[in-house]
């Protein structure tokens, strides 16, 4: 934790999004295959993860792989399932011990079945967790999942408010993000909680995902909480 560095209070957002950009691009800068990028990328995330939370975060979204990201080559898209086979229940394990209640959101069948396990049974060993999250985005489109939103509301003949509708996300248990951070240089949501960012602070880094530094978060942090969130009222409202 950097010096002066001041953690709680309501300055901290309560929850954040990652969209984790660049592993490949700086696996290739590092002649390195960008498979191994995803790894040490995975490696970062669970980094993060575990510093978000020690300065007061309580909830985590994560945007492991996107609907649009199944169109990579195959070898690319093995190279990520095989991270999830080998690595994801000893690195979110390493997190969810201290209490933390895991999450997959997004269509998970469109997952190998094998996959669709590890992710399964990481939500069920921490179902009884509460108060602090992890949301991990795996085939995840925000488009897609407000589509589903709407489908489930029609089939139960229900006419929709803001609220309800909420319920009817992925992230329903789940407040909105306060703090959105994307890596990579790309300054765009790509398809990632577009309902749920209304009202959300963006914070954009010139960084590859796996160069971001604990330290850079504790930067983005810092700006959140100079900004002045007034949800639409006057400063003399606030």
């Known amino acids: 934790m950097s010096k002066g560095f001041v953690t709680g209070g309501d300055k901290i957002p309560k929850h954040i999004a990652i969209i984790m950009d660049g592993n490949g691009r700086w696996a290739k800068k590092h002649l390195m295959p960008r498979s191994l990028g995803h790894k040490y990328g995975m490696e970062r995330m669970i980094g993060l993860m575990e510093h978000a939370f020690d300065l007061g975060v309580d909830y985590i979204t994560v945007y492991a792989l996107s609907t649009e990201n199944l169109k990579r080559p195959k070898e690319e898209l093995e190279g990520l399932f095989d991270l999830f086979r080998k690595y994801f229940k000893q690195y979110f394990g390493r997190v969810c011990e201290k209490g933390v209640r895991l999450r997959a959101i997004g269509d998970i069948s469109l997952l190998p079945d094998d996959v669709q396990q590890v992710l399964r049974e990481a939500e069920a060993e921490t179902a009884q967790y509460q108060g602090k999250g992890i949301n991990v985005a795996v085939c995840y489109g925000a488009r897609d999942e407000i589509v589903h939103a709407v489908n489930r509301a029609i089939e139960r003949g229900e006419k929709v408010t803001e609220e309800s509708f909420s319920r009817l996300l ?43 530094s604990d330290k850079d978060l504790e930067g983005a942090i810092e700006e959140y909480s100079r900004r002045t969130r007034r949800f639409g009222k006057t400063d003399e409202q606030l």
């Open 170 to 212: 992925y992230t329903a248990e789940v407040p909105d993000p306060d703090l959105i951070i994307r890596t990579g240089k790309e300054v765009r949501l790509s398809n990632f909680l577009l309902y749920q960012a209304a009202y959300a602070e963006l914070y954009f880094s010139d960084k590859m995902f796996p160069e971001f």
